[in-house]
């Protein structure tokens, strides 16, 4: 299935996402919890960073537990809150996309609105330290790395 899927609202995720839709006619999913952030430029950063362009509703917003078929890969959704409130991570054997939760060496930042440091310690305990150790992270920044690299390594996690 072809697929534009948000793994949160911020303007710097999406921003890109109308072009790619009317290029591709692919379907637009987004975790459920990001909705109402996805629809407010004044808090979704769009206001700020980006060109305050209309955004396409999602087709459908996803819940923990739905799936998303990615090739021959079924990534599997959780909800990832801390940096947004509707954060999502796609997981699948051996890999997973974190979005905004965790990069190599760092974690999102939980100052803007709907954010919450408590809540992402919450989630990088239950959605990622949960993971085997060889699992690939694919953040949404910067370059992959690995549930071991970063248990390790990442002053974040200690
Ligand atoms: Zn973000």
Known sequence: ????????????????????????????????ED??????????????????????????????????????????????PGHSPGGIILKAEGIAFTGDTIFAGAVGRTDLPGGSGTQLAETLEREILSLPDETILYPGHGPETSVERERRFNPFLA
Do not use: C, Q
């Not at 299935?1 to 999913?29: E, S, Y």
């Not at 999602?58 to 819940?63: F, H, M, S």
């Open 1 to 32: 299935m072809r697929a534009v899927v948000l793994t949160h609202a911020h303007w710097d995720h999406f921003g890109g996402a109308p072009h790619v839709i009317r290029r591709t006619k692919a379907p637009l999913l987004l975790g459920k």
């Open 35 to 80: 909705l109402d952030l996805y629809r407010d430029p004044s808090s979704n950063l769009a206001a700020l960073l980006g060109p305050e362009a209309r955004v396409p509703e999602p087709d459908r917003l996803l819940e923990p537990g739905a799936t998303v078929e990615f090739g021959d890969v079924t990534l599997t959704v959780a909800h990832a």
